[in-house]
């Protein structure tokens, strides 16, 4: 009884902690027609129907990713959704190709975004990629087969450099995009925020904080939170940037974070892993969330300042489960992934 007292108690502090500080809707301060979003990672998935939500509402919209055809496609999707917007509106859709791990692309994205806009309001960080293998089987040694033992020089060095690709797509992404576009301005020498104010071509510079209530918004996992076997690199990846957000969104508080924790999606994500190969859980597109669900919840953290979302809801209580229970919580991965009870 009492250890679920504490149970309870813990659960509803959680809860709280969860809650956003301010209710205040952000469009008070910016109409959805005039709000200037970047989608990064737009070319396809959440951040394909993230990008439509925003087209849907009137806002000016950059979209981002490294697949030209699949971005123009998006674009002309979005320029379609926002003839039924109001006020109506042309040349509201920007797409730039672009990597959001590479610091020169992302500087690119950045000088068109000071040209076109000026001021960016809303950032939504959705690109990122899947890696599906136990991770000794990236090395090359599966322990069933003949290919058991221990890992040769080729097999270290594979599992290194997929790490690092894995890292690129889930901490170093965001970690570029976050830098190349937060802007810090110069409050702590205030005769310096007079001539940035009395001089436009300073002024040109974006970013952030001169929107009216900037916004970043990370699409992290469950992953992020939670262990599980098969996804040695993609937890431990999408883990680095959950939490480099979160402690970034310390650093400017001026700046409202929110962070989308999703459990499994519907989609080709895991056919773009970069580990390639079989997939153990059923099938995403039978059991999965809807993207369209998914990202029309995002935009509702963003627009309310929610902070961290996990999705279902219900998992913000498994995730103190986790921290009292482990055992249970590392079962259910194993299941879920088809891992040797
Ligand atoms: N699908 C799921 O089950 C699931 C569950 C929880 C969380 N999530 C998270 O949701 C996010 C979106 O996944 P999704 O399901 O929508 O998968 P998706 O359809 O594969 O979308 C991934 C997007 O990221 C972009 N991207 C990847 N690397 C990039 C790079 N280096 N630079 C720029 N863009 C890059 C891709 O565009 P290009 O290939 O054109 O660059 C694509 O637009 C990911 O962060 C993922 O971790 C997914």
């Known amino acids: 009884m009492p250890s679920s007292l504490l149970l309870l108690g813990l659960s509803l502090s959680f809860w709280l902690a969860l809650r956003p500080l301010s209710r205040k809707r952000r ?9 200037r979003v970047l989608v990064i990672g737009a070319s396809s998935g959440i951040g394909r129907a993230i990008a439509h939500i925003y087209a849907e509402r009137g806002a000016k919209l950059c979209i981002v990713g490294r697949r030209g055809e699949e971005l123009e496609t998006v674009r002309v999707e979005c320029e379609g959704l926002l003839k039924d917007a109001e006020p109506a509106s042309s040349n509201r859709v920007v797409s730039i190709k672009a990597d959001f791990s590479d610091a020169d692309d992302m500087i690119r994205v950045r000088t068109v975004l000071e040209q076109e806009w000026g001021v960016l309001d809303t950032l939504v960080v959705s690109a990122g ?12 040694v599966d322990g069933q087969t003949s290919d058991a033992g221990l890992p040769t020089v080729e097999g270290v060095r594979r599992t290194a450099d997929i790490a690092l690709a894995a890292t690129k797509g889930n901490y170093l992404g965001p970690l570029v995009s976050a830098v190349t576009l937060v802007y810090v301005s110069p409050d702590a020498l205030p005769f310096l925020y007079l001539i940035f104010l009395a001089c436009p071509i300073i002024q040109q510079i974006p970013f952030m904080s001169k929107s009216p209530s900037p916004s970043i918004h990370l699409i992290s996992s469950l992953a992020a939170v939670f262990p599980a076997p098969t996804r040695t690199l993609y937890t431990s990846t999408k883990a680095a940037s959950l939490m480099l957000y979160r402690s970034l969104s310390i650093e400017h508080p001026n700046i409202a974070f929110s962070y989308l924790l999703p459990s499994t999606v519907e989609g080709d994500f895991r056919a773009s892993a970069v580990d390639s190969g079989p997939t153990r859980e059923a099938d995403p597109n039978k059991h999965g969330l809807k993207r369209t669900a998914v990202a029309a919840r995002a935009v509702r953290a963003i627009d309310n300042r929610e902070g961290i979302v996990f999705m279902p809801q219900f998992y913000w209580l498994g995730h103190i489960l986790g921290c009292l229970w482990p055992s249970f919580v590392e079962r259910r991965a194993r299941r879920k992934y088809n891992f040797p009870l």
């Open 27 to 35: 469009s008070d301060a910016i109409p959805n027609y005039s709000e």
């Open 129 to 140: 990629v899947s890696a599906l293998q136990p991770l000794l089987h990236v090395a090359g």
